[in-house]
């Protein structure tokens, strides 16, 4: 079975500045996709970021970005130029297909992370 | 287009009774997701369903909970006989047909309370 872990459980980083959480994943498939969510105190679920396995290239949206290095199953995100709105829960996840053949997620056990005005 | 909803969004239940948790997709959505968050946990997946069949459950618990996504009407995740381990938030998500290239659009979650 898959699984993604998260071993910083709480970051936090200065407004504007730039901060990096880690993500790991263990898996025995070569195809898959990656993904960062992020969870606000609404708790509502957004998505921040995908990665596709096969592409090399690191995904990028706006000011969130991703250091996939697929050998060393990792799969990190830098957020540049900290905001407040970024304060949040985020979790990594994997999606998988299972032997029914639907894309279900594995998740991280997330990182808490805080904005230092 | 709306998204995927939830309700209701807090429910409280004593141990004992029973819990109803409704799900409606996006539009257009065929495929659905539960997973449940306990308290600083991550998500763990529960169930897929496709309409009116359960696709897996392996992550569900054998005894007490049970989903169903009929073919009109929103999806239902079912937890009888309630107890204080039950107490999380419980997220729904949808997908299109095409679910192997499409991301999961989650709803705002049901926070369950078991007193």
């Known amino acids: 079975a898959q699984t993604v872990t998260q071993s910083q459980p709480e970051m936090s980083v200065q407004e504007a500045e730039t901060v990096t959480l880690s993500c790991t994943y263990d898996t025995s498939e070569s195809d898959y996709y990656l993904f960062w969510y992020k969870q606000p105190p609404s708790r509502q679920m957004i998505l921040v970021i995908r990665q596709e396995a096969y592409k090399q290239q690191n995904a990028t949206e706006n000011r969130f970005s991703v250091n996939f290095q697929k050998a060393a199953k990792s799969f990190s995100l830098k957020i540049s130029d900290s905001q407040l709105g970024d304060a949040a829960m985020y979790f990594c996840a994997y999606r998988t297909v299972s032997n029914f053949g639907n894309e279900k997620l594995t998740f991280g056990t997330g990182t808490r992370l805080t904005i230092i005005p | 287009n709306a998204g995927v909803m939830q309700n209701p969004r807090h429910l409280v239940r004593r141990r004992g009774q029973e819990a109803r948790l409704r799900c409606s997709p996006m539009?257009?959505?065929?495929?659905v997701y539960w997973y449940r968050q306990l308290p600083e946990e991550g998500l763990k997946f529960m169930v897929y369903?496709?309409?009116?069949?359960?696709?897996?459950e392996s992550g569900m618990p054998k005894e007490r909970f049970s989903a169903e996504f009929p073919k009109e009407g929103p999806s239902i995740l079912r937890i009888q006989q309630v107890v204080r381990g039950d107490s999380a938030a419980y997220f729904c998500?949808?997908?299109?047909?095409?679910?192997?290239?499409?991301?999961?659009?989650f709803g705002p979650g049901t926070r369950l309370t078991v007193t």
């Open positions: 539009k257009g959505h065929s495929h």
């Open positions: 998500a949808s997908s299109p047909p095409l679910a192997g290239v499409y991301e999961q659009y």
């Open positions: 369903l496709q309409k009116e069949n359960i696709i897996d």
